[in-house]
């Protein structure tokens, strides 16, 4: 009986022993294949393709065009990125539908350049807190909830433009026109408002015409065929951007009156049919260099997505006032050929 019992006790030692051992070694094999998964990136991490929603304004604008080639082309130095562009085409719900189209394809960075401020505010809201970084180019919405702005200072911009106007015209003055932007968006009001800060220095300088033309030349032409023919007397056209600044002109030429009259002008771009070649070619008095922040803002991009690095709030990009005197020199500083 006792042999039996001794039986029982190393069956049941060996039982328990080999049972432990086949549990040791069942954490063992789950340690390394957390480790393998973790390693490997299989979880989200070590991802290796981003995609990235440009959702813009429109491309009626030559400055907007140029905005998504500066993109496309500091996006190109970087394998590891690509991006879907989409066309507003000056329609806030397009726009709204675009974002929306971008937060469902779950893409991994929005950069939005919006039509309007007030509009877009809800959907880019919506993005931000989705988890997708925002990066708000030129024109701004409203609070703070992305994760950052990119422009130019439109208000000093506005100011230089008006300070040069009351220069130009001395203390005897004169009569001007303003062909405004798209209403509702930030630039025109800041624009606006920078002007006419820069021109109260001199009392005798008066805005006597004030329309919008929304950005584009053509509406421009239209909008100042009807001024020329309601005022006789126009001493400068002060136009929101290069585009409007040219309609001007071409719609005063027709009318045999662009020698009457200055133009100025906001963007600068240097290519054949830009401002800088307007300067040169004397239809502009004065263009300002607005960067279009695109190549900036793949910077930011790179930053956020490759390097997981925190970006600035808020990025300020610098502006420099062209006239005949250095049109030339700046046209080859920024790559016109």
């Known amino acids: 009986m006792s042999n039996g019992r001794i039986d029982v006790k190393k069956w049941l030692f060996l039982s328990f022993a080999l049972l432990l051992s086949l549990m040791l070694a069942a954490c063992s094999d789950s340690s390394e294949n957390t480790s393998s998964t973790a390693n490997s990136g299989s979880g989200g ?32 130095e970087h394998p590891e990125l690509k991006v ?20 469902q394809q779950k893409v991994d960075l929005l950069i939005i ?28 919405v409203e609070g703070d909830a992305y994760t950052q702005y990119i422009g130019g200072d439109n208000k000093l911009i506005g100011k230089k433009a008006g300070e040069y106007v009351a ?7 004169g009569k001007v026109v303003e062909i405004k932007g798209l209403e509702g968006s930030t630039p025109q009001q800041e624009r606006h408002d920078g002007f006419l800060e820069g021109i109260s220095s001199n009392p005798n300088v008066k805005v006597i015409a004030s329309q919008n033309a929304d950005w584009l030349r053509d509406k421009a032409i239209t909008v100042m065929e009807n001024i020329l023919q309601a005022n006789k007397d126009i001493n400068v056209v002060y136009g929101h951007n290069d585009p409007a600044a040219e309609g001007a002109y071409i719609a005063a030429k027709n009318a045999g009156r662009e020698k009457e009259m200055i133009f100025i002008g906001i963007d600068g771009l240097p290519t054949p049919d830009g401002g800088l070649k307007a300067v040169m070619e004397g239809r502009l008095s004065a263009t300002y260099i ?48």
């Open 45 to 76: 991490e070590e991802k290796k393709e981003f995609l990235i929603g440009m959702s813009q304004a429109n491309l009626g604008e030559p400055w907007r065009v140029a905005m998504n080639d500066q993109i496309q082309a500091a996006a190109d």
């Open 84 to 103: 879907v562009f989409a066309d507003a085409a000056q329609d806030n719900s397009k726009q709204i539908a675009d974002v929306e189209n971008f937060i």
């Open 113 to 140: 350049s919006p039509n309007e401020a007030k509009p877009l505010t809800a959907v880019v809201k919506k993005a931000y807190d989705a988890g997708i970084p925002v990066i708000v180019l030129d024109r701004k």
């Open 167 to 173: 220069k130009v015209l001395g203390e005897k003055g």
């Open 290 to 337: 607005y960067p279009t922040g695109g190549k900036e803002a793949i910077e930011s991009a790179i930053k956020i997505l490759l390097d997981k690095e925190e970006v600035e709030k808020t990025v300020i990009l610098d502006t420099i006032e062209v006239t005949k005197d250095n049109a030339e020199q700046v046209y080859r500083q920024f790559g016109g050929k």
